[in-house]
């Protein structure tokens, strides 16, 4: 298995871009959702999604746009890049996501954005 | 914040020494799960703690689990250098997986 897959790792966009990061996971998980990480802020969640056709806002969901229309596929659009945007993102996904939360979380590599 | 408060923010010991960080959390949860972070990477599960556990050991973790403090604590035993990383608690708060602001570990040779 490949885990869980990201691209592109690295991405540059100027103010008003618009781009789509890419999430797969070839594990059949229900589950999966989509953090950004800046320093000293640790991860927040920002959209999550508990199966396909079915997604939810996280912490921070302001100005991204999610879908999953297949169980393995999940793309976080940002519909007009801001400076405020450039972190790390990172894709999660598990089993599923149950109260108990005893399923593990697997992560993706990263992407990098940097909004000029 | 809604995010769970990792302590301290940093820590550098020398390598040998055991390494002790805290989480803290701010409402009712189930169980919580620590994470690890090498830089620049996704985190990695290291550890389940059920809320009805209070402590629990894997290899040279030990995690341990307050529920009347909304806490738990990570201890690495006889640190290394590869244990040089991030560490992040996790836990759902209103149905979302959330995690803390993580502690970034430095061991020193």
């Known amino acids: 298995n490949a885990g869980v897959t990201q691209t592109p790792k690295f991405q540059v966009l100027k103010t008003g871009q618009s781009m789509t990061l890419q999430c797969a996971q070839d594990?059949?998980?229900?589950?999966m959702s989509w953090y950004r990480q800046d320093p000293g802020m640790g991860l927040r969640l920002i959209h999550y999604?508990?199966?396909?056709?079915?997604?939810d806002q996280g912490e921070v969901p302001n100005g991204y746009n999610v879908s999953r229309s297949t169980t393995e596929d999940f793309p976080l659009r940002l519909l007009s890049a801001a400076p405020s945007q450039t972190s790390v993102y990172f894709c999660?996904?598990?089993?599923?996501?149950?109260?108990?939360?005893?399923?593990?979380?697997?992560f993706g590599p990263g992407t990098r954005l940097t909004v000029l | 914040s809604q995010q769970g408060e990792e302590d301290p923010q940093a820590l550098s010991i020398q390598e040998g020494e055991n390494a002790t960080m805290n989480c803290s959390y701010k409402?009712?949860?189930?169980?919580l799960q620590w994470y690890r972070q090498n830089s620049g990477r996704g985190l990695v599960h290291l550890i389940l703690?059920?809320?009805?556990?209070r402590e629990k050991h894997s290899g040279r973790l030990r995690v341990t689990l307050d529920t009347s403090k909304k806490s738990s604590s990570l201890l690495i035993t006889a640190s290394r250098a590869a244990d040089t990383a991030s560490y992040f608690c996790?836990?759902?708060?209103?149905?979302?997986?959330?995690f803390g602001k993580g502690t970034r570990l430095h061991i020193l040779p």
């Open positions: 999660a996904s598990s089993y599923s996501r149950t109260r108990s939360f005893t399923d593990t979380q697997y």
């Open positions: 594990m059949n998980h229900e589950y």
């Open positions: 999604s508990v199966g396909a056709g079915i997604t």
């Open positions: 409402t009712s949860i189930n169980n």
């Open positions: 703690i059920r809320s009805n556990e």
């Open positions: 996790g836990y759902i708060r209103d149905d979302k997986i959330i």
